[in-house]
């Protein structure tokens, strides 16, 4: 056996010369799949100015040293990239996006909270857009949007310069129940909210959220919104 294996970690062979070769090779493979954190999972390109240990997952399509490792995390080593193929169950944290992977049914997916063997998974997930208000009309939908077949718990927010206008304050929600996320709501910069529902709500189709102007109407301003949510993945057919 020359791998150790589970991590295909190098073993040293009897009589072997420069034995400290061998054993940090396995180090280094062990640092980084330790604690497991890359700097993105969407970079097709290795970096060409890449620092000794610098770890990234291997998206689609990548392309030079990357070509034929898709799934897999590219770490540098030793002035070249090395590889570590995940195994079922393997987690994650992608450094530019803030989110946690999970290795599941043959691919890696976010948020995951609880899986069947078949990759029926539920995914807890946190969509987060900034907002700036085009200003003019008593109400806005946000390009963000609740996704369907997602059941959402709250939508939260701050709002990051003072939102300006002859409104009094402000509400957000959906069309049809435009309050739903909370009313009421500060100007200020640092103003928030937290518009917890008293139970999920699903959205079967795509659905904006809307900001109404109480009392007049918006002129500028910019607010951070995140949509809390559960969705739910179907089982493969294989």
Known sequence: MDNTSHLALPLIAPSQAQKHVTVNEALSKLDAAFQLSVLSASQINPPVAAAEGQAYLVPGAAVNEWVGHDGEVAFFLNGGWSFLTPLPGWQLWVQDVATRLTYSSGIWRDGVVASSPNGADMRSEVLELDYTLAGGSASELTGLVLPSN?????????????????????????????????????????????GVTGQPVTYYNPTALKLSANGGTFASGSIRLAIHMIRFELPSGD
């Open 150 to 194: 997602a059941s959402v718990f709250a939508v939260t927010g701050r709002v990051l310069t003072a939102i300006t206008g002859s409104l009094s304050d402000w509400s957000l929600g959906v069309d049809g129940s435009e309050t739903r996320y909370g009313d009421g709501l500060g100007l200020g910069v640092g103003a928030w909210l937290r």
